[in-house]
């Protein structure tokens, strides 16, 4: 299965795992890139010499193409990128806003640019600007999100762009791979799935949490802030809630969401800690290696298209 994102980046199968802040570390990277896919680090709110350190470290565990994501909203993004320049990983994806100042500079290094997109309008502003694909993001996925879901987002971003799009949000199995190919995507981003992934360093806690997690356990918190969050329910979203109904200020809520994600990943504190996840964590139902993850994609693809046709005829 090669699709025009597997000839951008290099790689055997048309899937990308989703940059998440503290998870996405070059440990899991590096086990996604060996898989097939490409890996992703995730800069998250780090300082710029971490997110080098995770690049020098990746390329011990992996000589094949990996991509850093960088979070737009961190303090440190502008050096970041400047890291990033020059360390030249395969591919930068940003998140959480809009890269268009970095753009010229990761060309000229030669870095591919793939910004995640919530809305129509920002995919052809980047496709404007020059970005090698984007990829559209659904409001089923964890962490910081947009308003469409994946199913409508991604054909109206189809049909506004020429440069390959790849879908996210949601897509837990070959059901979900095959219907964003249906939709005309190039490629699939997947994230929750891969946080319970065996190379994933997250504390168990965290991947039991998302194994254990039922249908309606991924909510949005954040919403009066203009940055809203899905993550898996729990004391700290509670809190969130209450603090959003009360009228709390800005400041204030914001506080309570300080190291929340450190308290997860690290600490595997899954009352008080942000236990960020798409909806798709009800789908995750083991701990597996991350090639086994990759594989589960795409080896039932055929069954699925299968099932189609007998149900049209
Ligand atoms: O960025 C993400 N997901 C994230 S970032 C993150 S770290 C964080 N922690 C606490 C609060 C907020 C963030 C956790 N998860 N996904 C990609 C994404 N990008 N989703 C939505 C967007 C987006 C939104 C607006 C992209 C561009 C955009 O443009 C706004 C503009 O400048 O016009």
């Known amino acids: 299965m090669k699709t025009r994102l597997c000839e951008l980046l290099g790689i055997e199968y048309p899937i990308i795992q989703g940059g998440m802040a503290w998870v996405a570390t070059a440990e ?10 490409i890996g992703i680090i995730a800069a998250g709110g780090a300082p710029a010499d971490v997110v080098r350190e995770q690049i020098k470290k990746a390329r011990t565990l992996t000589d094949k193409p990996f991509g850093v994501n960088v979070m737009l909203m961190s303090p440190f993004a502008d050096e970041v990128m400047q890291v990033v320049i020059e360390e030249k990983p395969e591919v930068v994806i940003t998140g959480a806003g809009n890269p268009g100042k970095y753009m010229a500079a990761l060309k000229e290094a030669g870095i591919k640019i793939m910004p995640v997109i919530a809305s ?4 052809k502003k980047m496709e404007k600007d020059g970005a090698d694909a984007v990829i559209a993001e659904g409001t089923e996925a964890g962490g910081h999100i947009g308003e469409l879901t994946t199913m409508v987002l991604v054909p109206q971003v189809i049909d506004a762009v020429e440069i390959p799009v790849v ?18 995507a190039d490629g699939i981003q997947v994230g929750t799935r891969f946080i319970c992934a065996e190379e994933c360093i997250a504390h168990e806690n965290y991947k039991q949490a998302v194994v254990k997690a039922k249908d309606r356990d991924a909510v949005v918190t954040g919403r009066t802030t203009g940055a809203p969050v899905r993550a898996l329910k ?5 809190e969130y809630d209450r603090l959003e109904k009360n009228g709390a200020s800005f400041e ?3 506080q309570l969401g300080v190291g929340g994600l450190r308290r997860a990943f690290q600490e595997g504190d899954v009352q008080m800690g ?7 964590a009800a789908m995750v139902t ?28």
């Open 274 to 280: 942000s236990l960020m996840a798409g909806q798709s």
């Open 234 to 238: 729990n004391k700290l979203t509670r």
């Open 252 to 254: 204030e809520i914001e």
């Open 28 to 37: 899991l990277a590096a086990a996604v890139s060996n898989g097939g896919g």
């Open 120 to 123: 129509v309008a920002m995919a």
């Open 286 to 313: 083991k701990i597996e290696p991350a090639a086994d993850i990759i594989r589960s994609y795409f080896n039932g693809t055929e069954a699925v298209i299968e099932e189609i046709n007998s149900k049209l005829k």
């Open 167 to 184: 879908a996210a949000g949601g897509i837990a199995d070959s059901r979900g791979a095959v219907a964003a190919f249906a939709l005309g």
